[in-house]
């Protein structure tokens, strides 16, 4: 008898459950449009339609998945700067039609000024915002470098075919819809100069339908296009440097010239005949969803109930809880820190976290005991942090060359600081580190010393650009932004897929729920069944269904661009989230 047989047996709560919730059909709380987009050949899923027919452009051209994805990672610097970026940093997940695997890691990194207490005060307090508006707040940028680095060594097509695409929409403009034209009301925006000449015309906001043109933009991509080089040791280096001087920020010419992309293998595992192949530290992504899945893999989740039913959300949130748990303990930068990888990947130690939980009910945080024998004493120091804004997207082409990226200026706008004379946003990454042991980030997360601030070193990140192979064909590729949520929702997507055979469309769409240790709280997006909040909170969950959207809290997070492979067809199917209005998948 399979151990979530057991406990279905065995617990007449969850059996209870099961039994009163799998007449409700998972269907019940997804979007009206709930089946996937097909295609014969390659697609593009981005969260802004002219970045995804820039990508699918860029195909028709001969250009293949990785000239696709520098492509959109261009053009949404352009259509949508609250996290496509040149002046951020991210990560991008290629496995190609061999069956080859990159990780290429362009992440910020900390100035070589940056001290582990430069965000604290004369008392050793915190300062608030200070890790996360302007100057002092933005990490030396990764962008460029990680996205012209994957041109040079995997496309097929020049830098400058990849960026025309970017460029031509910065010249030309692009309509604004009227989500994306409330978007650049932001007000971080409105406290810097620079950024308020552009993004909001001094004022005179931009209104739905108008064309929004970036020539100031349009100008340093052409630029980067004719010389990636500038941008980290040319003239434009040297005026990155200067504004950055000029304000109090830290990043200087040695700085930008020290930059460099690290090409990483990834992290790999195991589950219910899926390989999956994530993303390896500095992001702690991978290795928790590794982790979650590891102590999922012998349950049999649809026989507690369908996707979202109380009993299945009660058996993984405790796997959340447990994976999370380790997340802050352990992880940071690999470049500074022996990181315990292969002791928390281990599927005895999933095994015996598994045997702590309870089918009945949660185990409060505080009480959570660390199975013993597996993991090294975790790191006897402080914490880390993560953050606001980040877009993923996915790409297949014709070949059957796969990328998942997620990149980020970390806040929604990153710093709100837009450099001088070159109309890009510089990010906020550096909120992504430990501002002060034991004091939890914009997140919540309170985590590890292995994250305290460092020079050179690249800040923890959650971000979880995810490929699934079944018997060694593509089967999923998998993406969100979301901050401390994007690895739940990894999870969840895969879940929902590979355990309750949700379409991909369904996936996208799918109420999210999301816990990580601490605090120890259960939240649910808006749209998640009023009826499963309540057998939670019964079960003893402390649950917080976010309320109505507002400015502050939309109710939802998490941007899931996916793609499956449909593998009797061999179609392309497409997920886009429509939580946002102005995605796309786009394909052939
Ligand atoms: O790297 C990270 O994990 C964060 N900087 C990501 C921030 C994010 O996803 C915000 N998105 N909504």
């Known amino acids: 008898m399979s151990l979530a047989a057991r406990i279905a047996a065995s617990s007449t709560v969850v059996a209870l459950l099961a039994s009163s919730l799998l007449a409700q059909s998972a269907s019940a709380s997804l979007a009206a449009s709930d089946q996937p987009t097909r295609a014969r050949h390659a697609m593009v899923v981005t969260i802004q339609h002219d970045a995804s027919d820039a990508g699918i452009a860029i195909l028709k051209q001969g250009g293949n998945a990785v000239d696709a994805a520098v492509a959109v990672g261009f053009a949404l610097a352009v259509v949508y700067p609250q996290a496509g970026n040149i002046g951020g940093g991210g990560f991008m997940l290629i496995r190609d039609k061999h069956g080859k695997t990159h990780f290429l890691d362009y992440r910020e990194k900390a100035p070589a000024a940056a001290t582990r207490d430069m965000y604290l005060d004369a008392h050793g307090n915190v300062v608030p915002g200070r890790s996360l508006v302007g100057y002092l707040a933005s990490g030396v940028p990764g962008s460029v470098a990680g996205l012209t680095y994957a041109q040079q060594h995997f496309g097929k097509l020049t830098l400058a075919q990849d960026m025309a695409p970017a460029i031509k929409l910065a010249t030309d403009g692009y309509s604004l819809s009227a989500e994306e034209a409330h978007n650049l009301q932001n007000k971080n925006l409105t406290r810097f100069p620079t950024s308020t000449a552009i993004f909001q015309r001094n004022g005179n906001f931009y209104q739905p339908g108008d064309t929004f043109r970036q020539p100031l933009l349009a100008a340093t991509l052409t630029r980067i296009a004719q010389d990636p080089t500038d941008f980290y040791r040319g003239a434009m280096a040297q005026q990155i440097a200067a504004f950055s001087q000029a304000g109090g920020g830290l990043i200087t010419t040695a700085d930008l010239a020290a930059y460099e992309v690290k090409d990483r293998a990834p992290i790999t595992g195991n589950y219910k005949g899926y390989e999956i192949i994530t993303a390896p530290p500095p992001s702690s992504g991978g290795i928790v969803l590794i982790e979650i899945l590891n102590i999922l893999s012998s349950y049999n989740l649809p026989a507690l109930g369908p996707d979202r039913s109380a009993a299945q959300v009660h ?83 014709a070949e059957g060359n796969a990328v998942s990226s997620t990149y980020t200026l970390n806040g929604l706008f990153g710093s709100g600081l837009t450099v001088d004379g070159l109309g890009f946003l510089l990010n906020n990454e550096m909120d992504d580190f430990t501002s002060k042991i034991g004091v939890p980030n914009t997140y919540g997360l309170i985590q590890g010393p292995a994250n305290a601030i460092a020079p050179g070193k690249r800040p923890l990140s959650a971000m979880t650009p995810t490929i699934l192979t079944r018997n060694g064909k593509l089967a999923f590729v998998l993406g969100s932004p979301g901050g401390s949520t994007i690895i739940t929702t990894v999870a969840n997507d895969i879940i929902s897929t590979v355990d309750n055979h949700l379409n991909i469309q369904q996936a996208a769409d799918a109420p999210r729920f999301h816990h990580q240790y601490l605090p120890d709280r259960l939240d649910l997006e808006k749209k998640f069944p009023a009826d499963v909040a309540d057998q939670l909170k019964s079960l003893g969950y402390t649950v917080n269904r976010l309320a109505i959207a507002d400015e502050k809290n939309p109710g939802v997070w998490g941007d899931s661009e996916l793609i499956a492979i449909d593998p009797k067809t061999h179609e392309l199917l497409g997920g886009h989230d429509q939580r946002r209005a102005f995605g796309k998948v786009a394909r052939y």
């Open 315 to 397: 058996i993984i949130t405790e796997a959340f809880r447990r994976a999370y748990m380790d997340r802050g303990d352990y992880l940071g930068d690999p470049d500074f820190n022996t990181l315990p990888i292969k002791q928390m990947a281990d599927p005895a130690y999933a095994a015996a976290w598994r045997a702590s939980i309870d089918p009945t009910k949660p185990t409060p945080s505080k009480d959570l005991v660390r199975p013993a024998g597996f993991m090294p004493p975790p790191p006897q120091l402080p914490t880390p942090h993560e953050s606001t804004q980040t877009t993923h997207f996915s790409i297949v082409d």
